[in-house]
């Protein structure tokens, strides 16, 4: 710890310097849970956040009754999640692109808030909670559609108050007896949402996508993660082995704190509102 100032004071300082650090340079942005927050969706990783072991793709591919459980708490999850909006963190990295700044946004989230915020260059490098796909032969499905057709199965089931979501946008089911399970409108196989399942990895030719964004740079933003994740910690490698400035936001200690450039200990959503504002000359 190098600074004694309150947090406020810190962070006004921090984000100056970062503004110094980040100007007139091509910025690649990694953004983790805590960019969401904001929008409603709570970070499992944060304080008060249920404890459990998340259900790995070969209980899923295994076991019809561990794919009913799922299928309820992913269908609770996507309603919270499709009716949460984008935040000013994600509108700011949207503007900071527009204007030239931001090179691309390479996310762990599956929450689609950095597109529907009007980001282009997005890595989504956990997958996404739009769409659900056939393992047997491949059809893609709209995750809106798909949602009807569950409810239209499952007229019973409703979004319970004060839902607690788990790491892939599910929810925790009090039951999930009777529940209709999703099939193949083509070949009635199994549906699988397009998310990395834990355990399971990052498709290649998809970090490799995030790794040109980063390596396509000239500084790093790291927002909202804490870094546990492998693929984040990576990323940042690619980074410093670069030689790029690293700028990181995020409450709370993250894994490559002492490799930053900067550490601002403070939200994500003002931190970038400010930062957009410092990058390009205008009011957000
Ligand atoms: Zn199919």
Redesign the pocket.
């Known amino acids: 710890m190098t600074t004694l100032l309150p947090p406020d004071a810190h962070a006004t300082d921090a984000i100056a310097r970062a503004i110094e650090v980040l100007s007139g340079r091509r910025v690649a942005v990694l953004t983790g849970a805590g960019v969401s927050t904001d929008s409603g969706i709570p970070d499992y990783r944060g304080k008060g956040a249920p404890v459990r072991t998340p259900m790995t793709a070969q209980q899923f591919l295994a076991s019809e009754q561990a794919r009913r459980r799922y299928w309820v708490g992913s269908h609770l999850g996507w309603r919270t999640f499709a009716a949460s909006e984008p935040n000013a963190g994600h509108l700011a990295l949207a503007d900071l692109e527009r204007a030239g700044v931001v090179n691309g946004v390479v996310t762990q989230n599956v929450d689609g808030l950095h597109l529907r915020a009007g980001s282009h260059r997005v890595v989504e490098l956990h997958g996404t909670m739009r769409r659900v796909f ?6 893609v499905f709209d995750r809106r559609d798909l949602a009807e057709r569950v409810e239209a199965a499952n007229p019973w089931i409703t979004v319970p108050d004060n839902i607690k979501l788990g790491p892939d946008g599910d929810a925790l089911p009090e039951s999930s007896d009777g529940f209709v399970i999703p ?9 699988k949402p397009d998310v990395v399942f834990f355990g399971e990895y990052i498709p290649p030719e998809k970090f490799s996508e995030a790794e040109r964004i980063v390596t396509s740079s000239e500084a790093l933003i790291v927002a909202g993660s804490s870094l546990v994740v492998n693929s984040g910690i990576r990323l940042v490698e690619r980074a410093r082995r670069r030689k790029l400035p690293v700028v990181i936001i995020n409450r709370g200690d993250t894994r490559a704190d002492r490799k930053a450039a900067v550490k601002i200990n403070a939200g994500t959503s003002e931190v970038l509102a400010a930062l957009a504002k410092g990058l390009t000359g205008t009011a957000t």
């Not at 056939?134 to 059809?139: A, K, M, P, S, T």
């Not at 099939?183 to 549906?191: A, D, N, P």
Request: negative net charge.
């Open positions: 056939c393992i047997h032969c491949g059809q099939e193949c409108s083509i070949c009635g196989s199994v549906l």
